[in-house]
C-alpha cells in the first residue's frame, strides 16, 4: 500500500485486515465492481431505446452468409435491389414480404435484425398490414421478435402515425412507444403533443412512452432530442427521461466532446432539474472501468464537473460519485473541491466516499494531511470517519483518532462505536 505504514505506524498502528477491507469499500464506492459503463460514443443502458438504429450496422459489412463467396452486405443489396424492382404504386410488395419473411426464420439475431432493418425503409403504407400479420403469426408460433416488431412499428409511425397508434394500442405500451418514436422523427411537435394530450390514457406509466419518443428521435439525431428534452424539462411528464440528454450528446460526440455541452449548460439559465439529470448521468460513466482507460475516464470527467461544485443543483448522489473519484485520482484537490459543499448533507455525501477511497489508496497521505491541517472546518468530520473505518479491526487505532475530535456532537456519536468507552 505504498510504504504506508512507514509514514506513521509508530503513531497510529493499523492492522493489513483494515486496509483490505477499506480497498473493498472503496471499490464499491467509487464504481470498481459495478456493470461496466459503456464505451464513449454509445448511450448508456438507462438510454435502452436510444440505442437502437436503423440501416446497416457497419461492424457487420461482410459477414460471411449461405451462399459461397457472398457476404452479408451483398445479400442485403441484392434483396433491397430486387424489392425496389417490384414496387408498384398503391400495390402490396410480395416481393418485400417473401424478403421479410425469409429474414425473420434466421437464427443469428444480429444478422436477423439488419437484414430487417435494411429492408424496412422500402415498406409502403399498403405493405403495413400483411408485415404486421407476418409478425404477429411469428409470435403464435413461439417466435417472439421483439427488435424487428420495434423496428416495424417505429417506421409505421414515421408513415402513418394515425394507422400505427391505432394498432399499437392493441399491441400495448412497447408498441406505443415505439411508434411515438417513429412520430418524432418526422413530426417531434406533433409526436409530443398527441403524448402529453393522451398520457393519461396509456396502458401505463407515461414514462416509457417519453424515453421511446426521444429515444427513437435520437436514433435520427441525438443533438435533436438532447435539445427536445430540454425545451421540455419543466413538464413533469419528461423528468424520468431527462438524463437521456447526457447519453444523447455522448452517443454524438462521445465523452471527449461532452465536456463543451455540459459547461455551456451548467452556465447558462436551464432548468435546475435539467442541469441536476445531466450531471448525475455523466457521473455515471466513470463507475467502473478498468485499466488506464477507465482511469483516464474519470479524471475526464472529474475536471468537467469539479468546477461546479457547491452549486444549487450539484445533487447528493452526483457529490458521492465525484468523492469517490476524487479521493482515489487526485486527493489534495479534493480537500478543496469538500469545502465548496455548503450544503452540509451534500457536503458529507461527497466526504463519505472521498475519504473511503483516500483511505484505501494511500492511508499515509490521508493521516498525515490530517497532522497538518487540525483547522480545517472539516477536520472533525474527516477524523469521526477514519475512527470509524479503523474501529471495525483496530479500536486502539481508532480511540487515539477519536480523542483529537474537539466537537461534542462528533464525539458523542462515536461513543456507540466503542460502546461506551470513549470519553466525552
Not at 470527467?301 to 450539484?314: M, N, Q, R
Request: hydrophobic residues 45%; aromatic residues 8%; proline residues 5%.
Amino acid at each position: 500500500m505504498k510504504g504506508m505504514l512507514s509514514a506513521f505506524s509508530a503513531m497510529i498502528p493499523i492492522r493489513p485486515t483494515v486496509l483490505c477491507a477499506a480497498r473493498i469499500l472503496a471499490g464499491f464506492a467509487a464504481g470498481w465492481y459495478c456493470k461496466p459503463a459503456p464505451a464513449p460514443g454509445t448511450p448508456r443502458q438507462g438510454a435502452d431505446a436510444g440505442s437502437r438504429r436503423t440501416g446497416l450496422p457497419t461492424s457487420l459489412a461482410g459477414r460471411p452468409v449461405g451462399t459461397a463467396g457472398e457476404t452479408w452486405l451483398d445479400a442485403a443489396a441484392a434483396d433491397a435491389a430486387a424489392v425496389r424492382g417490384a414496387a408498384r404504386s398503391g400495390k402490396v410488395n410480395q416481393v418485400l414480404l417473401e424478403k421479410l419473411g425469409t429474414v425473420l426464420t434466421m437464427t443469428d439475431p444480429v444478422e436477423r435484425l439488419a437484414r430487417w432493418q435494411a429492408l424496412l425503409p422500402l415498406m409502403g403504407v399498403e405493405d403495413a398490414g400483411a408485415i404486421r400479420a407476418m409478425l404477429r403469426q411469428s409470435l403464435l408460433e413461439g417466435h417472439a421478435c421483439p427488435a424487428e416488431t420495434a423496428a416495424f412499428f417505429r417506421r409505421c409511425g414515421q408513415m402513418s402515425p394515425g394507422i400505427a397508434l391505432a394498432w399499437a394500442q392493441v399491441e400495448g405500451e412497447q408498441a406505443i412507444s415505439d411508434v411515438l418514436g417513429g412520430w418524432a422523427c418526422r413530426d417531434s411537435a406533433a409526436a409530443v403533443a398527441w403524448l402529453k394530450e393522451n398520457a393519461g390514457g396509456l396502458p401505463s406509466e407515461p414514462g416509457a412512452a417519453v424515453k421511446g419518443l426521444v429515444s427513437g428521435l435520437a436514433a435520427q439525431s441525438p443533438e435533436t432530442a438532447a435539445k427536445l428534452l430540454q425545451a421540455h424539462a419543466e413538464d413533469p411528464l419528461f423528468s424520468p427521461a431527462l438524463g437521456m440528454a447526457t447519453d444523447f450528446i455522448i452517443q454524438s460526440r462521445g465523452i471527449a466532446g461532452v465536456r463543451q455541452w455540459f459547461s455551456k449548460l451548467a452556465d447558462s439559465g436551464a432548468l435546475a432539474l435539467f442541469k441536476t439529470a445531466s450531471l448525475e448521468t455523466l457521473l455515471s460513466y466513470g463507475d467502473n472501468r478498468a485499466g488506464e482507460f477507465g482511469l483516464s475516464r474519470r479524471k475526464e470527467l472529474v475536471e468537467i464537473v469539479a468546477p461546479y461544485a457547491g452549486e444549487p443543483w450539484f445533487s447528493q448522489s452526483a457529490a458521492h460519485d465525484l468523492g469517490g473519484y476524487m479521493g482515489y485520482l487526485d486527493p489534495m484537490t479534493g480537500t478543496a473541491v469538500m469545502e465548496r459543499f455548503q450544503d452540509e448533507e451534500t457536503r458529507e455525501c461527497f466526504m463519505d466516499t472521498f475519504l473511503l477511497t483516500w483511505f484505501a489508496s494511500d492511508a499515509a497521505l490521508l493521516t498525515e494531511w490530517l497532522e497538518r491541517n487540525p483547522a480545517n472546518p472539516s477536520f472533525d468530520a474527516m477524523v469521526c470517519r477514519l475512527a470509524n473505518l479503523l474501529a471495525k479491526d483496530d479500536l486502539d487505532a481508532a480511540r487515539i483518532w477519536a480523542a483529537r475530535i474537539t466537537d461534542p456532537v462528533q464525539r458523542e456519536g462515536l461513543r456507540e462505536v466503542f460502546f461506551g468507552t470513549q470519553d466525552k
